[in-house]
């Protein structure tokens, strides 16, 4: 399992900026932002998307190892396409515009349960040997007498969005499990992201808060929390990593299946530098502050996330037919 502390300071943003899944899953039913991609199966080009993770210019620069990679292994123009969020990547996927894309765990279950077709290849990982996943953290400050989940009945409680995997949905399933009514039996806020979850715990507007797992040391490293500030009282399960995931709509077999070995065996920073395509381990950025790479996930591995909505039955996982 993660801990907070055992991973070198990623950022992971995707989960920060992922705070409105009422617009992703209107954007689901709606029109696609995706408008300059173009699709496949009417040239040599692949597309590849994904949210813009910091500014535009940041993302596709991290991603930049990775389209080289795919266009070795398939021989083929790979263009890299910002999408405005996560609904533009599940409409350009869905219009067959975008032939490989980068999720966010529940917008891929989204996307995929929907209709889409869609093959999940590989998910992140810091370590090399290590699994996929991150987890969801409660916090509260010391000396608060807080301890247990149990303990927030009555509470004031910062989470982070009602369509968060981390920041709501795992945290609303645990305390189910501890038979507390989030609505009924805590004071609610929607902090609107991660950071802001904390950072209102660490500002005293909160008894409690809800972030993932890296979030404390960003914000302590950024200097916007001091160290030992808040304290964690509860951990979930690991959470299944953000997928990159294939339409197999629009690409034949031996294309997915050169995508998938590339993506499986050489997008990792030993892989990358044997390839030439980084001189060094130290120089060769990936997406997000990957400091390993990514390792095969398939589809089975998402089961998690299906699992948590049929559990809480949350509105961000109903809304999408």
Partial sequence: MSHPSSRPSPHLTRRQGFTALAG???????TGALSSCSSSSASEELVFAAVPAESSQSLEQTFGHIVTLLEQATGRTVTF???????????????????IASYGPFSYVIARDSGIALEAIAAPVHEEGSEPSYTSLCYTTPGSGITSLADLAGKKVAFVDKASTSGYLVPLEGLMREELDVDADLETVLAGGHDASLLALAGGEVDAA???????????????????????IWESEPIPEDPIAVNTSTLDAGTIDAIRTAIQTKANKPALVE??????????????????????????????????????????CTSVS
């Fill in 275 to 316: 390839e030439g395509i980084c001189t060094s381990e130290d120089d060769c950025e990936l997406p997000e502050e990957i400091e390993w790479g990514y390792v095969a996930v398939s589809d089975e591995d998402y089961e998690p996330i299906r699992r948590l909505c049929t559990v809480t039955e949350a509105d961000a």
């Fill in 210 to 232: 809800f972030a993932h797992d890296t979030m404390l040391t960003t914000l302590t490293e950024s200097g916007q929390i001091e160290a030992d500030a808040l304290t964690p």
């Fill in 81 to 99: 396409q910002n999408a405005s969020d996560y609904a533009a990547v599940i409409e350009g996927q869905r219009a067959g515009k975008v032939d």
């Fill in 24 to 30: 992703l899953t209107a954007g689901v039913l709606g």
